[in-house]
């Protein structure tokens, strides 16, 4: 589990190609690797990635199959930036709100624009990923925790303040670029829960009802 809170930049240093899948050196930059081992996660730009092997200054994780298809790690090259955070602990800070670094799927940007000091982007999501997306509501792009600020369709708008542009690699995004996205982990749950089968239990299970008297639904 992560936050969407980005901890450092990497680099891509090597990636190998082993059939479909992928396998990943990455060079992490700042980031503190000093209480990472084996087996532990680190999200790459959104993708939660098990570490295969640590290094000095870095860390060596594979990509599936699966993954490759779902994401942008196909059309990545040596050198690419991305942005690193470690998976969280009882103690971490929840600065952004809960990411699994299980990508969703692949969404375009159309527009770039400025707003104060701030950068706006419009962005295109799947068609199939669109009734995840809601105003005000959470969304990973490339693994950096983001509030979207509008929805028109297909459509969505999000600000990203200087800090957050500065510290992340979305600084670089320009019209034409893609990005990953997760969207937000308690739609998916709770779209799970209304399509049912019902959860029995002595109230009947979840409903429409149950869920608009608990402040679900308007």
């Known amino acids: 589990m992560f936050t969407g809170i ?35 996660s680190i999200a790459t730009n959104g993708v939660c990635l098990t570490v295969v092997q640590t290094l000095a200054d870095g860390y060596v994780a594979d990509v599936s199959a699966e993954t ?24 971490t800070r929840l600065g952004g709100h809960m990411v699994s670094g299980h990508v969703d799927g692949i969404a375009k940007v159309e527009q770039r624009l400025y707003r104060g000091q701030a950068i706006e982007f419009w962005l295109t999501a799947p068609t199939e990923l669109t009734k995840y997306i ?30 957050t542009a ?25 779209e799970r829960l209304m399509q049912g089968p019902a959860v029995h239990t002595e109230s009947g299970g979840v409903t429409m009802e149950l869920l608009a008297k608990s402040g679900f639904m308007r």
């Open 6 to 40: 980005i901890e450092a930049l990497g680099t891509l240093r090597k990636i190998e190609r082993k059939g479909d899948d992928i396998r990943l050196t990455v060079a992490s930059g700042s980031l503190d690797l000093a209480d990472v081992k084996l087996g532990d």
């Open 68 to 91: 490759v298809a779902l994401t942008g790690f196909a059309h990545y090259q040596v050198g690419q930036q991305v942005n690193l955070e470690k998976a969280v602990t009882a103690t």
């Open 134 to 163: 809601a105003h005000k509501g959470s969304i990973t792009i490339d693994g950096v925790s983001l509030t979207v600020n509008e929805v028109k369709g297909c459509l969505f708008r999000l600000t990203i303040v200087p800090h």
């Open 166 to 190: 500065t510290e992340t690699t979305l600084l670089n995004l320009q019209a034409g670029d893609t990005v990953n996205i997760e969207v937000d982990l308690i739609a998916r749950y709770l």
